[in-house]
């Protein structure tokens, strides 16, 4: 059996906290909510702990001492922006790691591929075995491909000859445009602002605003332009699968056509909230 992940275990203490296995939800839907801004797990842990404690000491559901899960996951959010603890994941996929997310996503796109033959009465060898091809063309694919993307666009380290203020730079840089999915004028500029500040106090930017990665937890990530690039991922991959349907209608091609379409769709939502959040 699998070791539980210190997420999945508190989320358990949830369920057992006040014997309300609601509350369980309550917390899952509140840790999904952060991942998928690419939160660092531990700092959603650490969130969770701490609602999990006033829960405890009071036995009320989360749900009354916090709102709903997505207002505890957006206050959690803004407060760790505003406070300079947020901490993002760097994104970057292990092959190991690839692979072995290829193989659930092409396991659950087979499930629901064997659904609907299932349903129609085609489950047969022939369709079984296409159906297998198919899924892990898309699940390792995806998966594979968003693993080489990260590495290709992953720069270097910085060499032993670089000056230690042009190396912090190099490192924010890296961590808002990859991370934070900022612009190259937005990175330039906090980054020039950053060294005007130090040049005024006579101290370098390490010393004036620690290290780049504690620098970078006072901004907030660019979560409508990197919801953008997300609406055009799946758009093309939408277009790709429809193509499919130009020389006859058939269930896999029109089923991946429908999925990737509501996922750019809903993405393209995501961009329009974030903006006018952002505002």
Known sequence: MAEATPLSRTVDEFDRARGDDMDGVWAFSASWRLLMRDVDVTLVVDGLNEALDVVRETQESPQDLFGDARQHADTLYDRWVEEGRLVLDDGFTTWR????????????????????????????????????GISLALGLGAAVGQAAWSRRHRRPAPGPGVPDDARWSMELTEILRSRHAMSGPRVRDIVAEAHAHAAQSGRSVQ?????????????APD???????????????????????????????ALMTATFAWWALSEHRNARRFRATAH
């Open 207 to 219: 010393d004036e605003f620690g290290t780049p990665e504690q620098y970078a937890a006072h901004f």
């Open 97 to 132: 790691d690839a692979v072995v997310t290829g193989l659930v996503l092409a396991a659950l796109v087979a499930g629901i591929f064997a659904v609907l033959l299932l349903v129609r009465g085609e489950l047969g060898t022939a369709a079984v075995a296409r159906v297998a």
């Open 223 to 253: 979560l409508a332009r990197r919801s953008r690039w997300k609406v055009l991922a799946f758009a093309a991959l939408a277009l790709c699968a429809g193509i499919q349907l130009a020389d006859g209608f058939r269930w896999p091609a």
